[in-house]
């Protein structure tokens, strides 16, 4: 049976821009625990193919988020989503970015997909970002804001708020549920830099009424095969059903000044020094899965159970886990959340495929493996662990010819990195060992 509302739908106070299963198991789970859901509904938007959309649509917003573990699956019916939309409808997404009933806007958009530098900064040499700059230009002196069409998520974000400053003007909180450092500082230098470029009316009207929350959510969300999805839509009469582990963890920090659901009483934690927890999750269970999606392919695994599994990749982890580990607050619980990580990792039935995680590796490197990276150096100490992560990603990539070819490989991720000889003496030696193991990307195990 095709899943259906059980209460009214909630009145749309949320724009969500990204939606897919990471947003489904993660904000608008929590959103649809709170104890006052029945206040707080999403409009959402997808990327470029409105299947997801219209499947959506079809189920009023509502769908089955299947909750993995080793003893069966258990099932929940979530209805925070009231309207699904193709993100290709720009205008009406800027309509609800502008609505005087939006009072919060969350991302799910992927570490690329916000199209900055390595420094924060909008990448101008990137196609999308140079044409929005050119279509944004002048953009409070533009009569009519209808046939401005960004193609960047960030430029049509801004293309609402502009909407938003030129009708009733309320606040609003923008909240990035990425991976990635600093998100709400990430999202908000990006966006300030668009807005700076093409209007300082409106720069100046962000700077004064938006708040950029940061988060760190840390819920394993793996994408299903296309068998096991007609499986699962065959068992709960579901288009888009969700599959994740039972771990969940929210912890948000910054300003909400026209309101918020109480995420809290679903199990959301608020701080007002969020860095310690997001650089746990990122450097422990991101990096891992960034270190295992290019090792365990070479050595012939395709999920990470397979890939934990494998005494040589554990190691590795292990190895990365101990640099990490000296530049985390003991009072995080270290030794128990690794712990709880390889146990997650473990779960055979949560099959995470490494090709998944492996997407836009580059970038992943540059927030997770790169920061470590620095501090072992700066101590004096090798960073071998490290080391062995970029060997192989260089290794799943290509074959790379001596040290400048090496140094040309790490540059783009970091350039300090890649002029720190020490480090690459790292990398060559973690690199020669595989090739002795006979493990290249045109040789894997399997």
């Keep these: 049976m095709t899943p259906v509302r059980t209460r009214p739908a909630p009145p749309v106070r949320i724009v ?20 006052d859901a029945s206040e707080w509904g999403i409009s959402a ?17 509502v769908y089955t988020l299947v909750v993995r573990d ?13 309207r699904a939309h193709p993100g290709a409808d720009v205008a009406q997404l800027v309509e609800e970015i502008a609505a005087s009933t939006t009072a919060i806007v969350t991302l799910t958009i992927t570490e690329a997909g916000y199209r900055t530098t390595m420094a924060g900064e909008i990448d101008r040499d990137d196609p999308l970002v140079a044409a929005d700059l050119e279509r944004l230009a002048r953009l409070d002196a533009a009569p009519s804001l209808a ?26 909180a923008i909240v990035s549920c990425d991976n990635l450092p600093d998100n709400g500082g990430h999202l908000r230098r990006g966006l300030s830099a668009l807005a700076s470029e093409t209007s300082p009316t409106t720069a100046r009207w962000i700077d004064e009424n938006v708040s950029f929350v940061s988060t760190s959510i840390d819920r394993i969300t793996p994408r299903v095969s296309a068998d096991e999805l007609r499986r699962l839509s065959d068992e709960y009469g579901d288009r888009v059903p969700v599959v994740t582990e039972p771990f969940h963890d929210w912890v948000i920090a910054g300003e909400f000044p026209a309101g918020r659901p109480k995420w809290e009483s679903a199990g959301a934690r608020f701080t007002d020094d969020l860095e310690p927890w997001e650089v746990r999750k990122l450097w422990l269970l991101n990096g891992a899965h960034t270190l295992l999606a290019c090792l365990g392919p070479l050595r012939g695994h395709a999920t990470v159970y ?26 995080l619980g270290i030794p128990a959340y690794r712990a709880a990580l390889v146990d997650r990792f473990s779960r055979r039935r949560i099959v995470h495929h490494l090709a998944q995680i492996a997407l836009d590796t580059a970038t992943k490197l540059r927030v997770r493996i790169v ?13 071998t662990g490290c080391a062995a992560v970029f060997a192989a990603w260089i290794a799943s990539q290509t074959d790379v010819v ?3 070819g090496m140094r040309s490989a790490v540059a783009p991720i970091s350039e300090r990195l890649a002029a720190d000889d020490g480090f690459l003496d790292q990398i060559e030696r973690a690199t020669e060992r595989l090739r002795k193991e006979g493990i290249t990307h045109d040789h894997r195990k399997g």
């Design 371 to 383: 920061p470590v990276a620095k501090r072992e150096r700066q101590a004096g100490r090798t960073a």
């Design 16 to 35: 969500h821009v990204g939606l897919g299963a990471f947003s489904r198991a993660h904000t608008a789970w929590y959103t649809a625990r709170a104890e």
């Design 70 to 82: 080793e003893d069966g699956d258990h099932i929940e019916q979530i209805e925070s989503i009231v």
């Design 45 to 61: 938007y997808a990327g470029r193919s409105s299947d997801l959309a219209d499947a959506l649509t079809a189920q009023d917003g």
């Design 306 to 331: 397979e890939a934990i599994s494998d005494p040589e990749c554990r190691e590795a982890v292990d190895a990365y886990w101990d640099e990490a580990a000296r530049h985390l607050p003991a009072e």
């Design 402 to 404: 001596g040290r400048d």
């Design 147 to 172: 046939t401005l069409r960004p193609a960047t998520a960030l430029g049509r974000i801004l293309l609402g708020l502009e909407l938003r400053r030129r009708r009733d003007g309320r606040p609003v």
